[in-house]
């Protein structure tokens, strides 16, 4: 039961040591956890698995110096009578234009009020996190106040079976996936991913020098036999075998597809044979588009029951410390605030983190205090999770709408589609055969001609649609493998557009279709 587990939280927190105040304080996720240490087992070393960048990657001495408490040999943090710091290059806090920032946001339905006003303000000085602190350089884990809850967070809603592990935050989680394929590959590298995958991570692979192997998918998404076949089968003259894997499990983008349990634990099981890492990029996690008749149609279901519903992640079934998981705020809060979190074993965290203090450095202060007024102060666990829970009910009225408008201007004879059960996509496959192309010179021939066909008609309908005002996109976009495309396949999204829009928006669409099928 949620509530249980929140008492434990809350007695937890009465009789832990005071959050390090100061700017930068060190932080780590062990300070925070419920689980005793060393009550699971460890995670494997996965040195062998790490780029020459990352093996070379060495912390800040700067960062390190700059901050203001520092862990003692028994973990504890060394905190002395008198400090003043004639080392860091850190502008002293009376010179900064702000005293303080005051949030008007809504509650989490908690109340059952919707849009109730609720005011969140953080002032200088305020001994719960102050605000001159937020604006200085902060720790590359995150402050305090905020990485307390999101690893309450994590291993409430994951408990990871081993027991060094650690969460960390991140400045988004783009530039966080960015940071992990540099860590884990060199050029010439190899890594596995959907046939159909996340641009964003192909467009940060491609110019690394990184090559992807793209693995079939049915309605539940990666296909574990494929991925094992081409793992044992690989031709060692392409290269490394690949040893690291990205998937996006819940809601995929861009099919939409959710991976089952008994798929994920497949999947884990070849990844354990073939010792492939995994990059767990989950945006879509909480966003459960349950039906309706489960639950009725006025009202999110009850948190005990929502928490149920969630699948299993990578991460809440890793024994060897093989998963990052990436969790984004971009989808449940908000994506300009590029503030979001990574959990992994404390060996890869600690290597992230040496690239974190050369890059952004940490997380926006900003973004960190709003994060914690809302998530920790006003609504707390319990909150949080029925918003969570608020949200996946909204976007399942908006993924039914969507897909009853599809229902009635789609026939089956020109596209089908798997209804899809997390996420915000609805992944559309063109029924209408493509003309082959023969080529008495050669089959290559005949197969680019036969792909230029099908990138022509894509093309087209993307056009024709367009004009017709309903921006689509084109499946050509998310292929991690362009030369393998077969037939023309197009996404659509219930987020963004109007609610009332959708049966509109889909007529124009169809006619933009069957226009081009017609020439």
Known sequence: MLSQAIAQYTEHRTTSSPLPSGPAPFTSSEDFKLCRPNSKPKSKNWHHHLSTECRNRLPSNLKASASSVKPGSDGAPIIPQRQISLGAGRPIPEYFPWDGLQLSGKTSRATGVEDEAVVMPCMRG???FDFAVALNYGYAAGSPQLLRFITEHIEMIHDPPYDDWETCLTSGTTSAMDTVFRMFCNRGDWIVTEEYSYPGAIEAVTPLGINILGIKMDGEGLIPEDLEAKLRNWDPTRGKKPSLMYIVPCGQ????????????????????????YIIEDDPYYFLKLHSRSEFGEDAPMPVDEYLRQLPPSYLSMDVSGRVVRLDATSKILAPGLRCAWMTCCSQIAEKYMNYTEVGSVAPSGFSQVAMYKLLDVTWGHD???RWLSFLSHQYRQRRDALVAACEKYLPPDLFTWVVPEAGMFLWLH????TPRISCSSCSDCSIEKEKTALLDLEERIYNRSM?????????????AEP????????RLTFATAPLDSFDWAVKQFADAVRGELSK
């Open 126 to 128: 305020e001994q719960d």
């Open 253 to 276: 983008n861009p099919t939409g597809a959710t991976q089952s349990t008994e798929r994920r634990r497949k999947i884990y099981q070849v990844a354990e044979e073939h010792d492939l």
């Open 383 to 385: 909150g949080f999770i």
């Open 430 to 433: 063109l029924q209408s055969p």
């Open 467 to 479: 004009e017709k005002g309903v921006v689509i996109s084109k499946g050509s976009w998310f292929a």
């Open 483 to 490: 030369d393998q495309l077969k037939g023309v396949k197009l």
